[in-house]
């Protein structure tokens, strides 16, 4: 029995989302009282979110779904610094001209989990630059810096860890937190904002926005995080041996997509079927019951929901057919990642070990010998020995293109153009 009231808070709770809450009684009782507007803020920090935001998208997700308003906001303003909490060093700073493409790029994705449509509770995307950019200092300093204790912004742990490290926290980066506090009030004055959510690294930051609002005289606000995620064997979502796993199709293909959750230890299937898809928990119940060669069955299931929600049911489906005769019928599929080659380069050949790197299947020439003498590499479903082999016109089959494989779940098709 769950011990809250609210739709949002139960669902949340069932499926694992919540790692802590400012004030459990008074949101719960809020949620079942009135539709309640919260936000989660994303700095565009490149082109694309990646998977390690999937969690807090999903929050945002079934906070519409259970009759509630959600923000997502976009870090226009806040992109201009870049947050400090818990990074080893600074990020480096963008210009505006880059911070809008990347909003503009990321936008895309919010789509396939928010309807900014739906009558009553229409999703909002909006851009914290239309208040930060145009703040004057002095005012800025008056009315808000005022409210902040610098004691006890230094004894927030990601300002410590900062601090103990070699890399010196900026004053540029020391003031995030008075942005994101301030970004807060603004929602809540602008739009009626009760709430903001985001990982717990962010905690600190949240509970900032509450105590300055409190001072600035906003209604009471509420904070509420979701545990940080790492798979069984510890490694961090959102990244892949091939680097991140990103949600824009242009970086990432769907069938790499749908492989990536594929490729879900065993241990991580229940768990990721509760926070990255919808299905009904009484199915998710008897695809975690599962075991021995049947869990692959619920992995393949999990690969094909959590992409269908980002890129359609079709692109899904065929990702998952892909996959099946690949594996199981060891036939080529039109779906299969590509990589275009100068037909020049292949008549006069290209090494093995360079084709690997520009294929996306090694970082390094060297990474790349060091999976030719694992045995690791095949061309054309033949196994390759040869780490000074030349891949040319003799490698192109009938089909016109050269089938580069990386262990058995990993295809480039290679095109001549």
Known sequence: MSRFKSDFLRT???????HQVSDETGLDELLTKETVTAYIGYDPTASSLHVGHLTQIMMLHWFQATGHRPISLMGGGTGMVGDPSFKEEARKLMTVE?????????KRVFANYLDYDRAGAAALMINNAEWLRPLNYLEFLRDVGRHFSVNRMLSFDSVKTRLDREQSLSFLE?????LQAYDFVELSRRYGCRLQMGGSDQWGNIVNGIDLGHRMGTEQLYALTS????TASGAKMGKSASGAVWLNAELMPVYDFWQYWRNTEDADVERFLKLFTTLPMDEIARLAALDGSEINEAKKILATEVTAILHGRRAADEAAETARKTFEEGALSENLPSVEVPGDELSTGIGLLALMVRAGLAASNGEARRHVQGGAVRINDEAVSDERMAIG???ITADGIVKLSLGKKKHILVRPV
Do not use: C, K, V, W
């Open 393 to 395: 016109r003799a490698q």
């Open 174 to 178: 020391f003031n995030y937190m008075i």
């Open 98 to 106: 880059m911070i809008e493409e990347n909003i503009a790029s990321i």
């Open 227 to 230: 545990p940080l995620l790492t």
């Open 12 to 18: 949340l709770d069932e499926r694992g989302f919540i």
